[in-house]
């Protein structure tokens, strides 16, 4: 059997792993492994090194008169301890489920803890498990070893290895449990309620808490039954930019962050949040989303009753489904969320968004629901806005809007069928928010009816119909735009007057394309491709259809992402799509063109498109390569202009390049060799490497005397008949071939130096032009004659 150490030593702890070394109280960043400790999640342990101790605490720093959640073990040789963060391994799960026999969950990942006590190597992990979690302690070496842990001031467990030969011991425990009140109970634990409070606990086997009992909106009478308290029902309505609070005030949002708008000490795990953002115009921002805040995930409701939990979009229908506690629904008029169990309600139509609160909990409403006139800056929440979200703009009024008429239309509040409710709905909020707006914004996209549905909707949650009301106004009860999803940098409005809708570019986002008289991204330039995108809602703005474009070559369509619906065009080395190469000077340009299918038609009723974009690089720079004939091969990486190409040079003693030269080949003066320079990571069918130049020196300078010319211009130098350039130019790979010599009077290291440049095929002849001449004798500082013969071992080196 595999022992423990060795088997740990093969799966937590990897190469790489990034570890870090305390020798004096520090604070450990865990954020990427957090413990679960008894129930509590923690992203920190503060370690501290006292006289016999090091102690480890995940919520504060060590404080022997205040002890908090802290693990206590006997203080390591020089106060000196190693912290990894290690990922989780398959087989080490299950082993540690088999000493537990209780760990449930998957293992996510572990923090090891390493250090020397006296003559023991210990080993500390946490096991991260998810919900639960567990701590093993392994020593080997001779003596007593113990850690144990602590909630507050209780210890609640205890392990030590007590070595009495030099060994490996080890043990392991589960650390997992759930807290209620301050007290930590164990997995599958169940505590029976007391009726005089109506409260039941349950720890589960995965250390995930439950409790039930009387809900926030009731109270226990004292014989085990809750009862609803009643008191009226309470409604906050966010619509626009205006927030109407549970007491009946308004406040209008002036920019596009996110806010709280509902919470409460009574539901400490709930939190609903309204995001705001703009649409048509820079100085009026809207209700654009609502998320739901529960048990640490989110929910998060969107235009065309859209609703995502955290990353994942649901699908949902009028029968509710169960999300975390949360009743889920959809229908024509928009989402409902209801809390299990609770009389707590959340709508949200794409527009408006209204919370209704039953009972108790409208006295203790938190957010702008629970007072509007609240600071916004106090309640602004940073972690769901952007950056420039406080920014406020100005634009000039719209002077096609007749605010007098805006007004007769919202005072329709007023009048009937809206008057009968009235008395338990004040209208003047409502009327407040309609003028505000559609004063300085154009009565569009369903702003005509929105804040009169708003009301409506107000007054139905307290048991008024206002029968007929949308036949009187000419408006419809069901959500605006409902199915339609757009992109972040989108929104969903009137296409038609008949009321067709589609997405529309955020006036912000489309402001920067629009200071440039442009329809997306600037052109992005690679090595061996190019792309231009195009934004989707921009084209739809000139009623360009994205699937009549075209590259040069009809074949080359664009490409629409599904989410942020951009086009994107573009051309690489397998496909070119008609990219153009021409050559300017010292540049090299590739050209393509977004057209329209019927560009060249005679006649044509819609504008046509062309837009050309084109990538430019300067021409590839003259590179040189040194290597020395001592081993076989050499490898460089290469950077010239916007290529980037791996130069690789062997040696072969025959002309089939089979037999390489290795670093113990035996080479004969006046034996023939084959040289291949031989590139990798170029597109061949757009440049060609060209090998200008190649000379020897007996030292590593390639400047140095004496020097033997091999290749001249590109062509094999005239005066060593030995010298044959089989392929130069032609694709990205140089062949030539010499036959071996050394220097007169000097050493037999032999350094060859080579020069080249890549060249542009299209409209270029990269191959060079070589005249034969008749060959004259060698130099006479050259020795190879084949009876002088020399060990030489063979390799490329810069």
């Known amino acids: ?165 030099y060994q490996s011991q080890n043990h392991t425990i589960d650390i997992s449990g759930c807290r209620h009140s301050d007290t930590v109970y164990k997995p599958g634990t169940v505590v029976n309620s007391d009726p005089q409070i ?98 640490g995930h989110d929910i998060h409701l969107e235009q065309g009753g859209r609703v995502q939990l955290d990353d994942s979009t649901l699908t949902l229908s009028s029968s509710p489904q169960l999300v975390h506690g949360v009743q889920l629904s959809k229908d024509q008029t928009g989402v409902t969320a209801e809390l299990t169990n609770l009389n707590i309600s959340v709508f949200f139509d794409g527009n408006t968004a209204q919370i209704l609160l039953e009972g108790q909990a409208g006295s203790s409403v938190e957010g702008l629901c629970g007072n509007s006139s609240s600071s916004l800056s106090d309640l602004r929440l940073s972690e769901y806005s952007s950056t420039s979200c406080e920014m406020q703009y100005s634009e000039t009024a719209d002077s096609t809007i007749d605010c007098n008429s805006v007004t007769e239309r919202c005072n329709l509040l007023k009048e009937a069928p809206f008057s009968s409710c009235n008395t338990d709905i004040d209208p003047e909020p409502y ?37 007929g009301w949308t036949s009187s106004t000419g408006c419809s009860s069901e959500a605006f735009c409902q199915d339609r999803t757009c992109s972040d940098h989108e929104f969903c409005g009137e296409k038609t007057v008949s009321g067709d809708t589609r997405c529309f570019c955020r006036t912000i986002f489309a402001s920067k394309y629009q200071a440039n008289n442009s329809l997306g991204d600037a052109t992005v330039c690679k090595e061996n491709s190019a792309s231009l995108t195009l934004v989707g809602c921009l084209l739809e703005d000139k009623d360009i259809d994205y699937s009549a474009l075209q590259l040069n070559d009809p074949t080359c369509r664009g490409r629409v992402d599904k989410l942020t619906h951009m086009v994107t065009f573009s051309f690489n080395s397998s496909n070119r799509c008609g990219t153009v190469v021409t050559t300017n000077n010292s540049y090299i340009i590739y050209k393509n063109t977004i057209r329209s299918q019927n560009y060249s038609d005679v006649i044509t009723r819609k504008d046509q498109v062309q837009i050309d974009f084109s990538c430019v690089y300067s021409q590839p720079s003259i590179h040189t390569a040194t290597f020395r004939i001592r081993d076989w091969s050499v490898a460089q990486r290469i950077t010239s202009g916007a290529w980037n190409y791996t130069l690789t040079i062997k040696a072969y003693t025959d002309a089939g390049r089979t037999q390489l030269v290795e670093w113990n080949s035996e080479l004969q003066l006046n034996e023939k060799i084959w040289m291949v320079l031989k590139t990798d990571g170029l597109d061949g069918s757009m440049v060609s490497v060209v090998t200008d130049s190649c000379w020897a020196t007996d030292k590593a300078s390639p400047t140095s005397n004496p020097r033997h010319d091999l290749i001249i211009n590109g062509c094999a130098n005239p005066a060593d008949p030995t010298v044959q350039v089989e392929e130069n130019g032609l694709a990205t790979s140089t062949y030539f071939s010499f036959n071996m010599f050394r220097f007169t009077g000097g050493s037999s290291d032999i350094f060859l130096h080579c020069q080249l440049h890549l060249c542009p095929k299209q409209g270029n002849n990269c191959i060079p032009t070589c005249n034969t001449p008749a060959r004259v004798h060698r130099s006479a500082s050259l020795t190879y004659e084949p009876e002088a013969p020399a060990f030489i071992s063979v390799s490329w080196t810069y």
Request: glycine content about 4%.
């Open 431 to 467: 009327i407040t928010a309609c003028t505000d707006t559609l004063c300085k914004y154009p009565a569009v996209d369903g702003l005509n009816c929105q804040f009169l549905k708003a009301y409506a909707r107000a007054c139905s949650l307290h048991n008024h119909a206002l029968d």
């Open 198 to 295: 109506c409260s039941n606990v349950t720890c589960s086997e995965t250390a995930t808490l439950q409790t039930s009992g009387c809900g926030p909106l009731e109270h226990c009478q004292g014989n085990g039954i809750c009862v609803l308290d009643t008191m009226l029902d309470s409604t906050c309505t966010v619509t626009g930019p205006t927030v109407i609070d549970v007491h009946g005030h308004m406040n209008s949002i002036q920019d596009r962050c996110a806010y709280s708008l509902f919470s409460t000490p009574l539901l400490p795990d709930f939190h609903v949040l309204g995001n705001f953002r703009d649409r048509r115009r820079k100085d009026v921002s809207f209700l654009d989303s609502v998320t739901l805040r529960v048990d």
């Open 1 to 165: 059997m595999l022992c423990p150490l060795l088997f740990l030593s093969a799966f937590i702890v990897p190469a790489g792993a990034q570890q870090q070394s305390v020798t004096q109280p520090s604070v450990v960043d865990i954020s990427s492994c957090p413990i679960t400790y008894y129930g509590q999640k923690y992203e920190k342990l503060y370690v501290t090194f006292t006289r016999r101790d090091i102690v480890m605490c995940f919520d504060k720093s060590y404080d022997p008169r205040n002890e908090g959640d802290c693990i206590v073990g006997s203080s390591p040789d020089k106060r000196r301890a190693a912290f990894n963060i290690v990922q989780a391994e398959s087989v080490l799960e299950r082993w540690v489920k088999n000493k537990t026999q209780t760990i449930q969950n998957s293992l996510r990942c572990s923090v090891q803890i390493t250090m020397q006590i006296s003559s023991s190597k210990i080993s500390l992990n946490l096991f991260n498990f998810g919900t639960e979690a567990a701590m093993f302690l392994e020593a080997r070496g001779t003596g007593l070893v113990a850690f144990y842990t602590q909630v507050s001031d209780v210890v609640i467990n205890k392990v030590e290895v007590n070595n009495i030969v």
